[in-house]
């Protein structure tokens, strides 16, 4: 059990290696993935039972599947971060021949990944066929994943959506990361999704808000809530509010670093607001 | 030359519809997913005796194609079902990545597949089919002929591990193979000898190739004629030591003459061995309703077509 302040200085180091994630190699996703770190670090630390090591078939630990696979510099630090690989390898993020490809793959064999994501809206499927062999499994373990808002608009999700309520998954908590955003704007100006909470408790399912998703001690409070809420016969939502590209001033409440890599001057400042906690990679 | 008799006509269908009840006897993580055409793929009978290993998923074919990756997760084999045309175009994306990237073992059961499902139509047939799926790097891709060797086929994935794409089709057609026979993914099967002309088809132009062959061989013209059950891992080595025999071959299938069985052969061909082709196949166009029989006689598809093909690839030797 790692106390609030160990979790939030693991956020801090997780933010730093975003950034100079990357920076390093001038592409990828920091805003999405700024914003859903206390998120991560939480899931891996906290919230989640898994083994050691790592085995692609899951059987006796809970499960995590990413949807919105760009997001993948803060899924990389935390899994290293949590010992699935080493820290030292955050170094080859978007370089050829790397295992951490843009977006997360099984295809290189990266030890925490289990499905390749990056296309979006298929990952939510993906979860409930997982929890649906946990069941014929007798496994009473729990599969989580995460969403983007703008994902949402994928039809596939809706599919998802319907199937898990009428199939009664509730040893599901899937998670969307509501930071109002995506590549063209924000989302009631690209394509207002109207209230997703209504939309998701009209599907049959459990919906549970974080309003602070971005505070370490809401993450907690608010993930072992739908964790008890778990096994009632209904798949469980959680909507988390969060701010893009939290935790460095000038990414945040803006779109514009969706998929955009900080200059030089941009990453010392961003790491000035994000002081070494654990030590860089 | 060696002859076979068909033992009845059946359809393709019903023997993936054996294949997954034997299945379900003998193999505990099979498990099987249906986007509400229980009925045309003849999966009722694995549903009734094992109603907690089938998953009704309804009218929601990409929400199929991920559940079944990600039930792979935990040591399952899913079989999922529904028509050709939706467990390949309209799923194409899902297929890519979640599990032929992701390299999950995953087996894509595709009924109603070519023009053969006949009155339907277009929208429900589909001729790009084996194009689609034998682009993705890692999918194994295997079309049918008859009842016996689908039932066969549809046990011999069950065993081999990795994404695979299995085509059959709706109408009653000869059944012929060996009742029971043994399935070699990728082992094409030579059913008969022959020096003048190599005749490679799959699905259910297998049995028009047999017809052909029959009546070329009454007209002096020994043809060999090769069963390609598997597209892809392509038998390359049967096909080139056929032409160095033959040295002219003619491809069937009930598919799009562009990305399908002949374009593979003819590919093998040109690395290896540059040998006169002519290819029994649609045009680049779609179907259209009608009886199978009208469809497969308008589209060129079925033994008479095969003959003309021979005919004129016997000229260009």
Redesign the interface.
């Known amino acids: 059990m790692s106390n609030i302040q160990q979790l939030e200085d693991l956020t801090t180091q997780v933010r730093r290696d975003i950034l100079r994630m990357v920076h390093k190699v001038d592409s990828g996703h920091p805003g999405g993935s700024l914003g859903c770190a206390e998120f991560f670090v939480c899931l891996y630390n906290e919230i989640m039972e898994t083994k050691d090591g790592f085995n692609m078939d899951g059987i006796g630990e809970d499960l995590f599947f990413l949807s919105n696979g760009h997001i993948s510099p803060v899924y990389y630090s935390v899994l290293a971060r949590a010992g699935y690989f080493p820290v030292d390898e955050l170094n080859t993020f978007r370089l050829i021949d790397s295992r951490l490809q843009g977006h997360p793959t099984t295809h290189e064999g990266l030890p925490g990944i289990r499905i390749a994501s990056g296309s979006l809206g298929q990952g939510m499927s993906v979860a409930i066929g997982a929890a649906e062999t946990k069941k014929l499994n007798k496994d009473n373990h729990l599969v989580y994943s995460l969403h983007g808002d703008g994902e949402l608009q994928e039809g596939q999700n809706w599919e998802a959506i319907m199937y898990a309520a009428g199939n009664k998954i509730d040893n599901l908590i899937a998670t969307v990361d509501l930071n109002g955003q995506q590549i063209d704007g924000s989302t009631d100006n690209v394509l207002p999704m109207g209230n997703i909470k209504a939309k998701f408790e009209a599907f049959g399912w459990l919906v549970l808000e974080i309003e602070e998703g971005n505070k370490v001690e809401a993450v907690l409070k608010g993930m072992k809530k739908a964790k008890s809420l778990t096994g009632n016969g209904k798949p469980v939502c959680v909507l988390l509010k969060t701010v893009m590209g939290n935790g460095v001033d000038f990414m945040m409440h803006t779109h514009a670093w969706h998929g955009k890599a900080p200059n030089d001057e941009q990453l010392a400042s961003g790491l000035a607001q994000n002081a070494e906690t654990l030590g860089d990679y | 030359m060696k002859t076979y008799i068909n033992t009845g006509n059946k359809d393709t269908r019903s023997g993936f519809g054996a294949g997954l009840t034997e299945l379900g006897q003998t193999n505990e993580n099979v498990?099987a997913l249906c986007a509400d055409l229980t009925g045309s793929l003849k999966m009722d009978e694995f549903k009734a005796n094992h109603p907690?290993?089938f998953?009704q998923?309804?009218i929601?074919e990409?929400?199929?194609?991920?559940?079944?990756?990600?039930?792979?997760?935990?040591?399952?084999i899913?079989f999922t079902g529904t028509f050709a045309n939706f467990s390949t175009g309209r799923v194409y994306?899902?297929i890519?990545?979640?599990v032929a990237?992701?390299?999950?073992n995953v087996k894509i059961c595709a009924s109603h597949a070519g023009v053969t499902l006949g009155e339907d139509g277009a929208t429900h047939q589909i001729l790009e089919d084996i194009g689609l799926m034998k682009m993705l790097p890692g999918m194994t891709v295997i079309n049918t002929c008859d009842y016996n060797q689908t039932k066969a086929a549809t046990l011999a994935i069950a065993k081999h591990y990795g994404p695979v794409y299995l085509r059959f089709g709706r109408p009653k057609v000869p059944n012929f193979t060996p009742e029971n026979g043994e399935f070699e993914i990728g082992k094409a099967i030579k059913l008969t000898e022959g020096s003048d002309v190599t005749i490679v088809a799959t699905g259910h132009l297998v049995w028009e190739a047999l017809e052909a062959a029959k009546e070329l061989n009454e007209n002096g013209i020994v043809a060999e004629v090769i069963n390609i059950h598997t597209i892809k891992p392509l038998d390359d080595k049967a096909i080139l030591d056929s032409v160095s025999k033959t040295g002219c071959i003619v491809t069937a299938e009930e598919h799009n003459f562009l990305g399908g069985l002949g374009e593979s052969v003819a590919r093998v061909l040109a690395l290896n061995k540059p040998t006169p082709q002519e290819f029994v196949a649609t045009k680049d166009t779609f179907g259209e309703s009608g009886t199978p029989e009208q469809l497969m006689d308008k589209y060129g598809l079925n033994s008479s077509a095969i003959i003309e093909a021979v005919k004129k690839v016997l000229k260009r030797k």
């Open positions: 498990v907690e290993r998953f998923v309804g929601a990409a929400n199929m194609i991920g559940m079944a990756a990600g039930m792979t997760i935990g040591g399952k899913p994306d899902q890519r990545q979640s990237y992701s390299h999950k």
